[in-house]
């Protein structure tokens, strides 16, 4: 069975109807490193140039980095052990708009892949931009706001904020302020607003390459 048709069985048993527009990646693959054949050594200058795109990669999220499985192939065509663990995700966003609080499965793929996102960097944002997502998320997390509790030192901000801004003074005090923002939001109520706010980004729904 074909990839393919095999996420029309995953998607419909969690309650998704657009199977079409996920797919599969496989984590933790390493990519091969070509080996010199015989005497033959790499041109210094295409050494120089692999090593900048290297860079490039660890300092941008591209989707050079997912591996997304072949929906025309199998499992085995395409080399993946009994053993391995696949991530679902969306990968096409055609009726991205449609969903909300009456979908709670799609919601809350939705949430936590813009979400991983966001931290990872795939999405730039700006510090303020920044600490309101982490401030819903918060909200997601621990429900309202409460005063003597949420303050900080209660964060772990690697869980909350891009690492550019994990160290930046006052950090976890802004996002306790835009967490009180949220007020008394349900959790559903407040994926929806995450959602909405990650849909307004530019760079929603756009894959980026590095190209030589």
């Known amino acids: 069975m074909s990839l393919g048709e095999l996420l029309v069985t995953i998607c419909s048993r969690i309650g998704i109807t657009n199977y079409e527009e996920y797919s599969l990646i496989q984590e933790g693959v390493e990519e091969k490193k070509e080996e010199s054949v015989g005497t033959l050594k790499k041109d210094r200058t295409l050494l120089r140039d692999e090593k900048k795109m290297e860079k490039l990669k660890a300092k941008l999220h591209t989707d050079d980095e997912l591996n997304w499985l072949d929906h025309s192939r199998t499992f085995r065509e395409q080399g993946v052990e009994e053993v391995e663990t696949l991530l679902l995700r969306r990968k096409f966003f055609y009726s991205d708009q449609n969903v909300d609080s009456r979908d709670p499965v799609q919601l809350n793929l ?64 802004k996002v306790f302020q835009d967490h009180s923002n949220c007020g008394d939001m349900t959790e559903i109520e407040t994926k929806v607003k995450y959602v909405k706010l990650a849909r307004s980004l530019r760079t929603y729904g756009v894959s980026f390459f590095l190209v030589k």
């Open 110 to 173: 939705l949430y936590v892949q813009a979400r991983d996102d966001i931290l990872n960097g795939s999405h730039p944002v700006s510090f303020d931009k920044a600490c309101e997502f982490a401030g819903i998320q918060a909200q997601i997390q621990f429900g309202p706001h409460i005063e003597h509790k949420h303050k900080p030192g209660f964060l772990d901000l690697k869980e909350f904020l891009p690492k550019e801004y994990i160290k930046q003074k006052g950090a976890e005090k």
